[in-house]
């Protein structure tokens, strides 16, 4: 009958960590519109109305149908007016005026193009911005501006490490990483991590696990593989940051706090004779190879289940993963552990399943955590 809902369709839960969300993505054109604005909002520092819009978006992208008219979305959670009527433009014309004005703005475009530096956030970029500074050669004949280490590296190796990263890449390094991993110690685990794990054809770097089975052993192991790729000349840039782990710490609340694991953000040069699916250089740029970001995180093997549940991302599905364990079950949970308030009791867990399982969620899989 007219005005019912279609029947059997399941409500869609406010938390990304209670939807199964695939890389397909059936309604990109609102996607793309509300990144921007959460974006601007960023820069803005406004914290509020960006979360709303990334929330809005990830609601979206776990649809397995296309919004096609406003009426559809009456069901969904965290879709609030502003976002329903950018919606409701795009449904109509196509575009929105909002989002338009925010990328032919000149504060946006310079933000967005500084921030893309490897070493530079908001911060510096914002500072940059309020000096009148527009474009890299601004900044680089700017001789007051002192850049740091990895603000150098960035603007060096700019051109390849903007570039995304293809699977065939990421697996390509996969195998440089499990060579050292495992001519240091042969009973090592290493996996992949981060987008790559969900499935995602491209990235903007390769993130790996590593740990020993030995508790201890896994910052030593760390600080040897990248001893071993400094003599393989493959190491351009590393920048190392020891443990600062301590177990009998609450989980932290702070989402965007770093974990206190050992850990590497590392630039490595990979040989275009190693990729079997071929280099995207550019033509005329005949030198076969390229420099790639990787990231290694290293945490003590009791935790590992954890840290891969933290580092597999999408930054969504954490986010949503530690608001449902904080608001439903009055649990802590972050990279290290999980933490039950009520029982005043920290949670063990081996497996990403168990973790699900404490929190008393289905489990959902890597490639279903694209939220
Ligand atoms: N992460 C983290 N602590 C950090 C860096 C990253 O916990 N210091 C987590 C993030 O929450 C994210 C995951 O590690 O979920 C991967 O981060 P990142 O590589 O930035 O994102 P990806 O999802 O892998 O996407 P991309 O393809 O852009 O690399
Ligand atoms: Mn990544
Ligand atoms: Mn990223
Ligand atoms: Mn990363």
Not at 235 to 248: G, K, M, P, V, W
Request: overall charge negative; some cysteine; glycine content about 8%.
């Amino acid at each position: 009958p007219e005005g019912s809902p279609p029947t059997a369709v399941a409500t869609v839960s406010q938390y990304a960590c209670q939807r199964r969300t695939t890389i397909e993505n059936n309604n990109k054109i609102f996607t793309d519109a509300f990144e921007v604005l959460a974006e601007s909002y960023e820069f803005n520092e406004n914290e509020g109305p960006c979360l709303a819009f990334r929330r809005a978006a990830s609601v979206l992208k776990s649809l397995p149908w296309a919004v096609e008219c406003l009426g559809a979305t009456e069901d969904l959670p965290c879709l609030g007016d502003h976002t329903k009527a950018v919606m409701e433009e795009i449904l109509l014309y196509g575009r929105s005026l909002q989002v338009e004005s925010i990328l032919s703005n000149e504060r946006y475009q310079t933000l967005k193009l500084f921030t893309s530096v490897f070493g530079v956030g908001p911060k510096t970029a914002e500072k940059w911005y309020r000096r009148g500074l527009r474009s890299f050669s601004d900044i680089l004949a700017e001789p007051s501006i002192q850049l740091n280490r990895m603000q150098q590296t960035g603007f060096l190796h700019y051109g390849d490490i903007s570039r995304a990263v293809s699977k065939a890449e990421a697996r390509a390094l996969g195998n440089i990483i499990d060579e050292a991993v495992h001519a240091i110690t042969p009973d090592a685990i290493l996996a992949l991590t981060g987008g790559f794990r969900r499935g995602k054809e491209f990235g903007h770097d390769v993130d790996f696990i590593v740990t020993a089975l030995e508790l201890g052993k896994e910052e030593s192991l760390l600080l040897d593989i990248i001893d071993r790729l400094k003599h393989h000349g493959i190491l351009l840039y590393c920048d190392y940051q020891a443990s600062t782990f301590d177990i009998s710490k609450l989980p932290s609340h702070r989402f965007e706090a770093m974990d206190h694991f050992a850990k590497c953000f590392l630039i490595l040069r990979l040989e275009g004779s190693q990729v079997d699916g071929g280099l995207n250089i550019a033509e005329g740029d005949s030198r076969g190879w390229r420099g790639v970001r990787v990231d290694l995180v290293s945490p003590p093997v009791d935790r590992y289940a954890y840290a891969l549940l933290g580092w597999t991302g999408s930054r969504q599905f954490e986010r949503d993963l530690r608001r449902f364990a904080r608001s439903e079950k009055r649990m802590l949970l972050d990279n290290h552990a999980l933490y039950d308030k009520r029982k005043k009791e920290f949670l063990a867990a081996t497996t990403e399943k168990d973790i699900f399982a404490h929190l008393g969620l289905e489990y959902i899989e890597p490639w279903q955590r694209n939220a």
